[in-house]
């Protein structure tokens, strides 16, 4: 007979909000990475970027307890650099030119 199971080994989902926001930017980021290596990969960089601007967002608009996985460092240190890589890649992925034979 097997011993009845624990809080933590029945749980299966995020504790937090941030926790979920945190697994939906994982599978936009892989979603995003199959585009640039299937299809287009314009599309497919701009996906990424636009979900850590989403992340970011959301790291602005949740409290420090809901944060979850989406709280790495400080508060202003997350929203920084959650935005400044998502802009960015939006921003090379539209000013790249396009390379004929590739």
Request: charged share 20%; hydrophobic share 50%.
């Amino acid at each position: 007979m097997t011993p009845p199971a624990t809080e933590t080994e029945r749980r299966r989902r995020p504790s937090t909000v941030g926790g979920l926001i945190y697994l939906i930017l994982v599978g936009l980021t892989i979603a995003g990475l199959c585009l640039v290596a299937f299809g287009p990969w314009r599309r497919g960089i701009a996906l990424v970027g636009a979900a850590f601007v989403v992340a970011s967002g959301s790291r602005v608009l949740l409290d420090e307890r809901e944060a979850g996985m989406l709280r790495v460092r400080s508060k202003w240190f997350d929203v920084t650099a959650l935005a400044g890589v998502g802009i960015a890649l939006i921003v090379l992925a539209a000013n790249i030119p396009d390379q004929p034979g590739l």
